[in-house]
């Protein structure tokens, strides 16, 4: 679905943007698994390969040139392991695209990112501009963010309703929703002019505002 000719909401969560093959992801949050074992938590492994994965598969099915990553690709210093370093630096190689990383707050506790990323505060493309904290917005530009998780929630009877991650689209940015597979999400409250697109089925659908 497109919400304008030049941004395209994909239902795994994503954004391709065809005038200039990129592909825009935001809060994959690598390692959050690993920094809850460090903390004594018995949380199961394999969402850093998982994700990887998810995020070639999207290259690959787009035909995207440029991979970029809407801030917060790490989750903790404690989650960034010698494992997961190996598995970064061999999906970076073999990838076959450029990868641009926006810093995002989870990423800039780290005191050095692993071997191949850097990490920029912005990134343009046109009259497209890419941030990870929608506060950090241009009011010049047509936004692209990540940070919020945004999740919408869907009534479905009196006492019951659907949470799902979502696209929100308010003022001058798109905030998209986490990418991670171990991650949370927040429930937006509507303000006037809000646009909800959620993943359902394989598609995307605009919530109509009688359910926002």
């Known amino acids: 679905m497109f919400l304008t000719p030049d941004i395209q909401l994909l239902p795994e969560g994503a954004v391709f943007l065809p005038s200039t093959s990129s592909l825009i992801i935001a809060d994959i949050h690598l390692g959050k698994s690993a920094t809850f074992r460090a903390r004594g938590l018995p949380v199961p492994e394999g969402d850093t390969e998982l994700d990887l994965t998810r995020i070639r598969n999207l290259v690959h099915q787009t035909h995207a040139k440029y991979l970029i990553i809407a801030g917060d690709l790490f989750h903790a210093p404690a989650g960034v392991t010698t ?3 190996e598995l970064l630096t061999e999906f970076i190689d073999t990838l076959g695209v450029s990868l641009t990383l926006i810093c995002g707050n ?3 506790k780290l005191k050095q990112l692993p071997s191949g990323l850097t990490a920029i505060s912005h990134h343009e493309l046109g009259k497209i501009r890419i941030v990870h904290d929608p506060k ?15 999740v919408a929630r869907i009534p479905d009877g009196k006492r019951t309703s659907l949470r799902l991650p979502c696209f929100l689209f308010r003022n001058n940015t798109l905030v998209l929703p986490s990418f991670g597979s171990f991650t949370g999400g927040a429930i937006m409250a509507p303000e006037p002019g809000d646009r909800f697109f959620v993943p ?3 598609q995307i659908i605009e919530l109509p505002n009688s359910l926002h």
């Open 83 to 85: 494992d997961l370093a």
């Open 106 to 108: 989870h990423d800039a």
């Open 136 to 150: 950090d917005a241009s009011p010049d530009h047509l936004n692209i963010a990540g940070h919020w998780h945004p």
């Open 200 to 202: 359902l089925r394989g």
